[in-house]
């Protein structure tokens, strides 16, 4: 017992150096430490506020306790309060990380993060009717999905696009840090990854959506549907002479409206315009421009064949990890 | 402090009247909204019971409390009990959700959900067996599979299996809703999407698994293995005369017994069947049935190589995002 | 009322019977179980230590509470001290499960538990260094990087680069189970699948990520650039006469210095060498070696375009799932 507790003791001895020399380097100048004297937002809160947007949109789904015909005003009011409250709160944490004035006789971050919470809600009934856009699509386009509730529940793409509404609408109000970890708390969720940047119009479909990559300054039109595993990214970008990327420009591609594009694809840079209607084939790969109705698919490889001889042993060129 | 106040109340006054508005918009004919008499399942609630399910089958493994060859009985019982009730629950409300008859006067859906529940809990023995087969061919199939225990804790293949086999026996009872939450729960977590409707039969294997989809109305035979990004998908469906999606039938393919899959593979089509002891290797696209003991692989795309001189700058047809 | 409640008392009547089929399965060999003596590593109190940890690396980024420099040494040696506890405990846990001597009578793991833990502390300063490098190279790399904020926040490759850190130095320590559920975990959140064994250099960059997988025994240099969908993997193993597979050669491929890997590449091989600044196009399949400064891409599959004919009723060979 005695041993034991020394043992334990004389380790924890130990720990001592590591904290001191971890807090040290805390307040050198330290790439991966956030100790200033203005916090930044929270994750865990920005995801919590985003979570209440979610329930005041879709209302009986995601809440807390059942909401009826009765009760389900006051809970409106409630969420919506939560939400006014986390936003302001937020926002705020990020607006004044940014600022470099003079922090401590100002209250303007505190007031910017109230006025941009009010209008963010001031938009909700707008990106409401976006999604029932989005979410109608959804039911038309895929024959898997019998009721609405389900669509809701659980389809990745609504899912995925709820979040990107939101948070495109903070990126439009300039907001920074919120709009990037809402869609990466989307990405982890859903396997789809929407930058708040991107332009997206109405009724928009994505079916399973696992690998979807949809760029910064993507432009797409309405009607548009794409499945799982499409890459709407960027070229290469030029580095400047001092060897930093130029960046500022589009740097990824236009979909026009009603544009069909199958798992796989891969549509790259920022004169790249798919044209209206056209349909994209799984896996092609593009970098320049076709225009409208047209039809684009692979020369299918050609597949080789072999008999049961083959079977029992797999040959070396076979992978498995 | 006064101004101060007064811009936060000025602004709160903005909030009611989006309240008011989104409040009126919850009582029309609301696609994303579900305020009515009977509450919808709740989603955390039902992922709540798939957790007490899997603690029943991987007894030791995720309990809240360690399990011993004393408690492990008393353990079993409450959760089974658990079970029980979070189950006859969910699936009453689902059941009503769905019930077009008068719901005030009637407790059947309450009676047929406790029914449903006692009957899934019946079929937990027969489902531990085949999740026994699964593990078995996990730990034979894969070279990096040492421990039992590094599978059933941290192999998404086996996570996304347990929740189809759960899935799969309330989809066969005919419980609405409540699949689907599984099936999207399980995609959220492990990248690997299954439809609750699909038959898979005994020792199936996946590996990695991001990327997986297999559809609805899949086929599949006994060890069968499957890597990561494979689709067991459907061609287009023809639409009838007013423009909706035909369906009902058989839209996925079959996939006979001791088949592999090899990574990125796609297999498209309800008429398509690859035959017993079948190989199909990375990122075949087939459309077509294959007989039994064929190998098929893609020609590979011939490779062009470039010596030192291209590397230094990356040329425009890479692509970064 | 009556009716209910027997109807109610004599459904949990027939699980009692399950629960006692369960239960006698549970102490037969019983590959699914685990109710020894000795618990197995709790997979949330794991999960929750390497949180711990996260802290401590970016200190103000994922605490709970705002942390500034006056208290942030407190916060520091808080943090510190929980993940002794919990990694000593968890450590113990795993060594003990798999010890095959006595145990009643030693207490070796819960000291060797201890000894880790703090080994695994001390490294910590050095696993900061190598992730500021890791961060660093990101935010050079990705012109959607703006800020240091939103790549610690919200880029799965950090993410999953810091869990790989963090689990490689516990699988180096030879800790059983830990790394594996870490990992798998870092998987989960991702999309990203590193194997805690892989040796992975200085200054690493994965790029959005999803698909990403790589093996046990790669061995990646510095400066490397991977892109989603990219596989490093192993080719069939042979099986020796009794049919069970060769296992602990080098099953997986070396990558040199400042290699880029773009999105959907797949190299395999335990003797495949990718030579130091070469350059692997997307998609591009690789079983062999290629020499240094070597750029290789695919030649692209050839397209059939087609006009607005076919665009207004898709064909039978697209697909839809």
Redesign the interface.
């Known amino acids: 017992m005695n041993g ?1 507790r020394s ?2 003791l004389d ?2 001895a ?2 001592v150096d ?2 001191d ?3 040290r ?3 050198e100048n ?8 203005h ?2 937002p929270s ?1 865990s809160e920005v995801i919590k506020s985003l979570d209440d947007v979610r329930e ?7 809440s807390r306790w ?4 009765i009760n ?2 006051y809970h ?2 409630t969420v ?2 939560q939400i ?1 409250e986390g936003f302001s709160a937020q926002i705020a944490r990020s607006l004044r ?1 940014e600022c470099t004035g003079a922090h401590e006789v100002c ?1 303007r971050c ?2 910017r993060g ?2 941009a ?2 209008t963010f ?2 938009r ?2 707008e990106i ?1 009717a976006r ?2 856009g989005d ?2 699509a959804t039911l038309e ?4 999905a019998g ?4 669509v ?5 793409g609504v899912n995925a696009v709820t979040v990107y509404r939101i948070a495109h609408e903070l990126y439009h109000l300039e907001i ?2 919120l709009p ?2 809402m ?3 989307a ?5 789809i ?1 929407i ?1 708040p940047g991107a332009h997206i119009g109405e009724r928009f479909f994505i ?2 959506g ?2 979807v ?1 949809i ?2 300054t993507c432009v797409i039109g309405d009607d548009v549907k794409i ?3 499409v ?1 709407l ?5 030029p ?1 400047d002479t001092t060897g930093k ?1 130029v ?1 500022g420009t589009k ?2 591609p236009t979909v026009e409206d009603r544009v ?1 594009i ?3 694809a ?1 549509i ?2 920022g004169d790249t315009v798919i044209g209206a ?3 994209v ?7 320049g421009s ?1 225009p ?17 001889a ?2 029992e042993r ?8």
Do not use: C
């Not at 990405?187 to 396997?191: L, N, S």
């Not at 990214?233 to 970008?237: D, I, K, M, T």
């Not at 797999?314 to 990890?321: H, K, L």
């Open positions: 034991k043992n334990d380790l924890k130990q720990i590591v904290v020399s971890l807090a380097t805390y307040l330290d790439l991966l430490a956030n100790v200033g004297d916090p930044i994750r005041v949109i879709y209302p009986g789904y995601f059942p909401v009826d015909r389900y005003k409106l009011g919506m309060n006014y990380h209250d505190v007031r109230r006025e919470a009010v809600m001031g909700l009934p409401r999604l029932a979410v109608q386009s895929d024959p898997a009721r609405v509730e389900e809701i529940f659980s389809y990745p920074p840090i990037r970890i869609s990466e708390h990405h982890t969720v859903t396997g990854d930058h079916d399973h696992t690998g990559v760029g910064e499945y799982q595993g890459t990214g960027a070229l290469s970008l580095r990327l960046t740097r990824h069909t199958y798992s796989g891969t790259l840079g209607g056209s349909v084939g799984g896996n092609v790969w593009l970098t076709i409208p109705g047209t039809k684009v698919v692979i020369e299918s490889p050609r597949l080789q064949y072999r008999g049961k083959l079977v797999e040959p070396v060129i076979d992978f498995q990890i």
